[in-house]
């Protein structure tokens, strides 16, 4: 049987596999994390993706038990500022359209000569609460749509697409499950790994640090982040870069107070286009988190960290800028022999969809499903493989569409962005949309997170890929559609009078 587990590296990616395997197996399997107290996190990845609810779910906490520990807010949408040009503005929240006789909003907006740049105003809910800095719960702790009655909304959003995501210190959160998970059994070194030592099959056999002696496993994770430690450095496995696609390999993010009492939080990500790559903004419960990601192509270091620091903190030129190098692209294989890779060590694609630790969540729970006995089942790492790599492929096209589909063509960046290549397939993909919009038969075709209403909205908010009404809806009755536009309308009005703004409820989260 497999009775050790040994997970070499912290951060979020190291505590949150020690913490859901420990959950998982008890003390079945033992699990210990190897750290170096020498090694920073990358920690800056702070915006999450919609399923990590379930990853606190599993754990058995509730947003007041790891909130407050973490500066944890509220993230229900993404706002992207002047990727049609500047001054331009369209939020990809987490909401599904409504239907109307089996056609959603957006080929009804389409249908109605409704302005693609309007869309998200006229055919989405949670732009509006964004707006109004609303809170996606109420006072009393019941999900913002409870009090809509018969709404298509509240019975889709609330169960399926949930309606909203966190930001938080991803220092922190790292921090609070260290404590969480020793408290459970996780066992925690702090040691360097001096060397790595491999047996004649050229599997892991145990670590060697200075500190600690031999640490033994039977299966290691390896959570070192982008130095890919067991890996690639140990193992040799062969990563593939996306730069081809993905040109941005570079970020630089700074840490800037504010009071947020005075200025409000809004409960969304903000992604800001620049010449070369885009800024986030993402508001914390005590500070904004900020970040220039962009390619070395064309901007250098210094020239990013002036743009953000102009961006962001004109009035605060003693903030610590943190330059981060990315490795973008993934392993061929994220398993290999008896060492798993998770996190930045198996892969990544540049933030822009907050998907960094919704990778690593779903490494864990694939881990978790195909775990091995003594037997080693080849069919096992064969399946989790294939599953981890098609999830991150998903992605990148998601994201190449973000660039390629773009209105924006002001600098040599966006210019080429609408010439790189393309991921496998995704040319006929795009010639497809031009007559009909994405659905969920015409987009990537595996699990990678995103449905096919984030490619509708993307595609329409982008503005640089003109799709066409769909035909058929100029033969059936548009009243319906027209009456349930202006429920939405309605059902905005009433939220934005219900609910109490983020700020508020946060700070009744916290006290």
Not at 159 to 180: E, G, I, S, V
Not at 399 to 423: E, G, M, S
Request: proline share 6%; charged share 20%.
């Amino acid at each position: 049987m497999i009775r050790n587990v040994v997970v070499v590296g912290g951060g979020t990616a190291g505590w949150m596999t020690a913490t859901y395997l420990n959950k998982t197996f008890g003390d079945r399997v033992s699990v210990t994390v190897v750290e170096s107290p020498r090694v920073p996190t990358i920690g800056v990845g702070e915006a999450t993706f919609s399923t990590v609810r379930h990853f606190f779910q599993y754990l058995g906490l509730d947003e007041p038990d790891w909130m407050p520990s973490c500066g944890a807010a509220y993230k229900t949408a993404i706002r992207f500022e002047n990727w049609r040009g500047v001054g331009s503005v369209f939020y990809h929240p987490f909401e599904r359209f409504r239907t109307v006789d089996g056609y959603d909003l957006a080929d009804w907006w389409l249908g109605l000569g409704g302005d693609p740049e309007s869309l998200h105003d006229e055919c989405l809910l949670v732009p509006q609460l964004c707006e109004e800095r609303r809170a996606p719960r109420r006072s009393d702790g019941r999900l913002f749509a409870a009090g809509l009655q018969g709404s298509s909304f509240q019975e889709a959003e609330q169960r399926a697409q949930f309606p909203y995501a966190y930001h938080f210190d991803a220092t922190q959160l790292a921090q609070f499950l260290t404590t969480f998970g020793t408290e459970r059994g996780v066992q925690h070194v702090l040691a360097d790994v001096a060397e790595v030592v491999q047996d004649e099959r050229g599997w892991i056999s145990h670590l060697v640090t200075a500190e600690h002696g031999e640490i033994h496993g039977d299966l290691f994770v390896d959570c070192t982040g982008f130095r890919g430690l067991l890996i690639n450095q140990t193992l040799g496995e062969k990563f593939t870069s996306f730069e081809d696609m993905l040109p941005n390999n570079r970020a630089v993010a700074l840490r800037v107070p504010r009071d947020m009492a005075t200025v409000g939080i809004n409960p969304y990500t903000t992604a800001t286009a620049m010449e070369a790559g885009w800024i986030w903004t993402i508001p914390l419960y005590g500070r904004i988190g900020t970040g220039y990601v962009y390619s070395d192509k064309y901007c250098s270091p210094e020239e990013a960290e002036a743009t953000l620091r102009a961006f962001a903190a004109p009035d605060q030129p003693d903030l610590v800028a943190n330059h981060i190098r990315m490795r973008i692209g993934r392993n061929e294989r994220s398993w290999v022999n008896n060492c798993v890779a998770i996190g930045l060590s198996s892969g990544f694609v540049e933030p822009l969809e907050s998907t960094g630790i919704f990778f690593i969540q779903n490494g864990i729970e694939q881990l978790v499903r195909h775990f091995p006995d003594e037997n080693w089942s080849p069919a096992l790492p064969e399946a989790y493989n294939q599953q981890v790599g098609r999830v991150i492929d998903g992605v990148r096209e998601f994201l190449v569409l973000h660039y390629r589909a773009a209105a924006r063509n002001d600098t040599r960046y966006w210019q080429d962005a609408k010439t790189r290549v393309l991921p496998p397939g995704m040319a006929e993909r795009l010639d497809g949309w031009r007559s009909l919009l994405p659905d969920e038969n015409t987009i990537y075709p595996h699990f990678h997170g995103f449905e096919a209403y984030s490619w509708r909205v993307m595609l329409l908010g982008l503005g640089g890929h003109p799709t066409t009404p769909r035909p058929v809806l100029g033969h059936l009755d548009p009243a319906p559609a027209r009456q349930e536009l202006a429920r939405l309308r309605e059902d905005a009005q009433q939220l934005v009078k219900e609910l109490p703004s983020c700020h508020e409820y946060l700070q009744q989260l916290n006290s």
